[in-house]
């Protein structure tokens, strides 16, 4: 099946731009969800189809996809943005949904 | 407002079955699946399976065949997981979410989760 990796964590500092990887082979041509999964919490959709934000996610989330990479960027990080943030694709081999195994991403 | 309420925490022996209930409101509830995923304490998110709330269409986890009952009642907007023969790695929370743009989906909105501890 689908492999996606993330690294573990992610540190930076308030007012900093972090930058949240997701590897796969030819990731590119895949659609890549990304959710933010706070504390104790659900998670919530964050991006989807690699670079569109749901209402109500601010405009400094924002996402790329291409290559054997995908990222998840957040502009001028807030304490808020601690969290846990996970990767998602379509297996179209299997035919069901992969998570990454989540980043955690701490604010300095 | 979409929304996806789920049942109360559960507290089970091994080898027992539990049934949680995810009720939808706030969108017209035969027109998208719901998908369940599963996270055990302090892991990832696994996907467990999917069923139409259209046709009853369901595709489940290898690793859940046998074991995973998804049901949908649309007469109470309800959909229904049971997993039997409980182990004491199946302790984790249980979420239900709503799946959009089939065939390359995502997840959104999520249920608050149900927590299943299993143990004897």
């Known amino acids: 099946s689908y492999v996606l990796t993330q690294p573990p964590s992610v540190s930076v500092a308030p007012g900093r731009t972090a930058g949240i990887t997701c590897g796969g082979k030819?990731?590119?041509?895949?659609?890549v969800h990304w959710y933010q999964q706070r504390p104790g919490q659900a998670p919530v959709l964050v991006m989807f189809?690699?670079?569109d934000r749901p209402s109500g996610i601010p405009e400094r989330f924002s996402g790329s996809n291409s290559g054997n990479t995908a990222t998840l960027t957040i502009s001028r990080v807030e304490v808020g943005d601690e969290a846990a943030y996970y990767c998602?694709?379509?297996?179209?081999?299997?035919?069901?949904?992969?998570f990454g195994g989540g980043t955690k991403l701490t604010v300095l | 407002q979409v929304q996806l309420v789920q049942s109360g925490a559960e507290v089970k022996k091994p080898g027992a079955s539990v049934k949680v209930s995810c009720k939808a409101s706030g969108y017209t509830f035969t027109s998208y699946g719901i998908t369940w995923v599963r996270q055990a304490p302090g892991q990832g998110l696994e996907w467990m399976g999917w069923i139409s709330a259209y046709n009853g269409e369901k595709n489940y986890a290898q690793k859940f065949q046998g074991r995973l009952t998804l049901t949908t009642d649309t007469s109470t907007n309800k959909v229904h997981m049971e997993l039997r023969s409980l182990r004491s790695d199946d302790t984790a929370v249980y979420y239900c979410?709503?799946?959009?743009?089939?065939?390359?989906?995502?997840?959104?909105?999520w249920g608050q989760g149900t927590l299943v501890t299993v143990s004897s």
């Open positions: 189809y690699d670079s």
């Open positions: 979410t709503r799946e959009e743009g089939s065939g390359t989906g995502w997840f959104d909105p």
């Open positions: 030819k990731i590119g041509s895949k659609s």
């Open positions: 998602q694709v379509w297996d179209s081999s299997s035919d069901h949904p992969m």
